[in-house]
């Protein structure tokens, strides 16, 4: 089994305030997948606020972050394992967050042990 991280991708920062209905909808999905023996990380939440982010650059140049002023960004992620990245892709599909027009970035993780 692979690991591959999800990494949620919200357009709207009221969104990141989900309703108590969409809450448990986003918890459901994630009990079906600690249920199948797939949930390695249950992540965490990235707050999308003024003052909660900086950025290094070129030059070890710092700026503030996040943006949430453009496109989309990144609302938090969690690791889950498949067998390969199209099974975790169908894990991903399953989740609510397409109702509300985010996202999911998925990535498999190469362990360093």
Do not use: H
Not at 7 to 17: A, C, P, Q, S, V
Not at 32 to 42: F, M, P
Not at 50 to 76: L, Q, R
């Amino acid at each position: 089994m692979k690991e591959f991280a999800l990494i949620f991708r919200l357009k709207d920062i009221d969104d990141f305030r989900p309703s108590p209905e969409q809450m448990q909808e986003r918890m459901n999905w994630l009990a079906n997948i600690a249920a199948q023996n797939k949930l390695v990380d249950k992540g965490n939440t990235l707050i999308p606020a003024a003052g909660s982010a900086k950025v290094v650059g070129k030059d070890k140049m710092v700026t503030d972050g996040p943006y949430t002023e453009i496109k989309e960004f990144i609302s938090g992620y969690i690791v889950i394992r498949a067998e390969n990245i199209e099974e975790a892709v169908e894990l991903a599909k399953g989740n609510p967050i397409y109702k509300v027009g985010g996202n999911i970035e998925i990535r498999e993780i190469l362990k360093r042990d």
